[in-house]
Each structure stands twice: as structure tokens, then as C-alpha cells.
């Protein structure tokens, strides 16, 4: 079973910085499009961010100029860096393998999840 395990979120004050990681079992993980998702109360999840396995990257319009999605697949590892928060994206963020075209995640299954929550 594959896990995807999620860190780094925290709280931070609206125009801050946060970096999440998200460390898979999955092998090989460079073949694979990843992405990452959030999840606000009482919202549905929504897609955030995705990266392929060539580096190609798009993003939400909520996010796009603010937030820079990584991959280094030496350590299976997918990054989240984001700039200049506002309150609207806390949530707790997640990450899954995904389709390139739909952004749809792959696995029904979700890891814990990572906290991130900006205060005004």
C-alpha cells in the first residue's frame, strides 16, 4: 500500500511563507504526476497544484503566482513552497499521485494531511 505522508505546515501570519513536503513509498516516483490538494472546513477538497514527471507544472488561479510546486525524485519527495498567504488558504493540504490531465487524485486513500493556518 502506498503512503504519502505529509509535513510542514504550521501557522503564519497573512503575507508569510510556509514549505510542505510530502514523502511517498511509491517506486519508482519520478514516473508519476503528483500533486497537491486542500481541504478549508467545511469545503470540499480541491486541487492546488500538480507536477509531472518531466517538471511541467499548473496550478489553481487561487495560488498561481504565489505558490511554486517541486519535485526531487532522488527522495521521493514532493515540496509545496508558499508565499504571500492569506487566510483563505488555510486548510489542511494533502498530497496524491494524479492525472496530468484532470488533476483527478489516484489513490482513494489519503495520508494525515498537513495544517496550514494564516491569520489575519
Known amino acids: 500500500q502506498v503512503q504519502l505522508v505529509e509535513s510542514g505546515g504550521g501557522l503564519v501570519q497573512a503575507g508569510g511563507s510556509l514549505r510542505l513536503s510530502c514523502t511517498s513509498s511509491?517506486?519508482?516516483?519520478?514516473?508519476?504526476?503528483v500533486a497537491w490538494y486542500r481541504q478549508a472546513p467545511e469545503k470540499q477538497r480541491e486541487w492546488v497544484a500538480i507536477?509531472?514527471?518531466?517538471?511541467?507544472?499548473k496550478y489553481a488561479d487561487s495560488v498561481n503566482g504565489r505558490f511554486t510546486i517541486s519535485r526531487d525524485n532522488a527522495k521521493n519527495t514532493l515540496y509545496l513552497q508558499m508565499n504571500s498567504l492569506k487566510p483563505e488558504d488555510t486548510a489542511v493540504y494533502y498530497c496524491?499521485?494524479?492525472?496530468?490531465?484532470?488533476?483527478?487524485?489516484?489513490?482513494?486513500?489519503w495520508g494525515q494531511g498537513t495544517q496550514v493556518t494564516v491569520s489575519s
Open positions: 496524491n499521485f494524479a492525472s496530468w490531465r484532470s488533476g483527478d487524485p489516484h489513490y482513494d486513500s
Open positions: 507536477i509531472n514527471s518531466g517538471g511541467s507544472t
Open positions: 511509491e517506486s519508482p516516483f519520478r514516473i508519476r504526476a
